[in-house]
């Protein structure tokens, strides 16, 4: 196991759900050939289990999820140069629990309105849409502020080939200003 690099980079894609985040990081990590993880496969037994049932985790059920996403990020910053973790961060909380002992995280908030999000959640082949889910995360979503110098945002209006090129270009920008 080597130490942390200053060269190696985690990149966070947040967003709300239908944002894009899960078939962008795909790509995303296709072109720049990166470690990728989708944090949703992280969630203790107990949250998979809850969810199934149909009921909303709680802040205390996403903190052993937190905690393991932040567990891995710093693995990942010390065996590969680029990493990707897909995990929505929707409050300001959670994203500080992910940067806890991570000097080499980023955010990349994949940023669209509720409408465009509607629409494209919509237009999902062989999906059962819930309005109120996307309502939910909106109302969570606490967007960064001025004070979240680590967020880089790609604005998702565009076809997702622009979006995997906006990212792309935005995670190198980042690097190369290291």
């Known amino acids: 196991m080597t130490t942390q690099s200053p060269s190696h980079h985690v990149f966070i894609l947040m967003g709300v ?20 993880l989708d944090g949703d496969f992280l969630h203790p037994r107990a949250n998979i289990l809850k ?12 903190q052993p999820w ?3 996403l932040n567990d891995a990020a710093f693995a990942m910053q010390r065996t590969q140069a680029i990493s ?6 929707l409050k ?7 940067r ?26 062989g999906h059962f849409f819930k309005p109120q889910m996307l309502v939910t995360q909106f109302a969570t979503l606490e967007e960064p502020g001025q004070d979240e110098s680590d967020i880089l945002v790609v604005d998702i209006a565009h076809s997702l ?16 200003q290291d």
């Open 17 to 36: 759900s239908g944002s894009g985040k899960s078939a962008v990081a795909n790509q995303v990590s296709h072109q720049l050939n990166t470690a990728f």
């Open 51 to 62: 969810m199934a049932d149909g009921h909303p985790l709680d802040d205390s059920d996403r």
């Open 66 to 68: 937190l905690q393991a």
């Open 84 to 89: 990707i973790i897909v995990c929505s961060a």
């Open 92 to 98: 300001k909380s959670y994203r500080d629990i992910l």
């Open 100 to 125: 806890q002992g991570n000097d080499n995280l980023r955010f990349v908030y994949l940023k669209g309105d509720f409408d465009t999000i509607e629409a494209r959640l919509k237009a999902r082949k």
């Open 161 to 176: 080939d622009d979006v995997v090129a906006a990212t792309v270009a935005t995670i190198q920008d980042a690097i190369s």
